[in-house]
């Protein structure tokens, strides 16, 4: 079974860092495709930030440069770096596996404010 918790997130001002954390369970983090995304209020849910097995990463336009995905084998956990926050990146943070589905974690609350 497949679980997926992150955490991490909070109340931070504009300029400021948070780390958010997604700690697995039935996957093997390195082995599969892992990505971050959020969704802001009446907003769909976008991409921020993937990495492949083979350790290649892919980041939303809006991110490059300030958010950093990662990963650590030993503790099967996934991680989003995020620098130089602006209040439109609040929004609730979701962790996700691409296995044969899509694995969902419950979602991390982000609020940057000006």
């Known amino acids: 079974q497949v679980q997926l918790v992150e955490t991490g997130g909070g109340l931070v001002q504009a300029g400021g860092a948070l780390r958010l954390s997604c700690a697995a369970s039935?996957?093997?983090?390195?082995?599969?495709?892992m990505g971050w995304y959020r969704q802001a209020p009446g907003k769909q849910r976008e991409l921020v930030a993937q990495?492949?097995?083979?350790?290649?990463?892919n980041y939303a336009d809006s991110v490059k440069g300030r958010f950093t995905i990662s990963r650590d084998g030993a503790k099967n956990t996934v991680y989003l770096q995020m620098n130089s926050l602006k209040p439109e990146d609040t929004a609730v943070y979701y962790c996700?596996?691409?296995?044969?589905?899509?694995?969902w974690g419950q979602g991390t609350q982000v609020t940057v404010s000006s």
């Open positions: 996700n596996a691409k296995l044969r589905y899509d694995y």
């Open positions: 990495i492949s097995s083979a350790g290649s990463t």
């Open positions: 039935g996957i093997i983090v390195s082995a599969n495709g």
